[in-house]
């Protein structure tokens, strides 16, 4: 049998709950200017297929290629690396 080449995966924040099993995350990715030599940040948002609708807007999460769900959903949701939540809890403290 052939074996399937890795999925792509990125890190990147919840900035959306758009619908019941969907979400809007933005990742930040740095590349340096071809001509300036200047590093530069890019963000791109990447809508998100989350089937169980367990993350929360602010949550780091792990999301992975995966087959077109929808028009615009190829992604899908791995796993969630910090919570909205906690985060703000230790922001409190400090």
């Known amino acids: 049998m052939e074996e399937r080449r890795p999925r792509k995966t990125k890190i990147g924040i919840v900035v959306k709950k758009s619908s019941d ?19 530069i940040k890019i963000f791109k ?6 089937e169980l609708g367990q993350s929360v807007v602010g949550d780091n999460v792990v999301i992975a290629s995966s087959r077109p769900i929808s028009k615009l959903k190829h992604w899908r949701l791995l796993n969630i690396v910090g919570s909205a939540q906690s985060a703000s809890s230790e922001g409190e403290v400090a």
């Open 21 to 39: 099993k969907t979400i809007c995350v933005k990742v930040q990715d740095v590349k340096t200017h071809a001509r300036f030599k200047k590093t």
């Open 45 to 50: 948002k990447y809508l998100v297929h989350d």
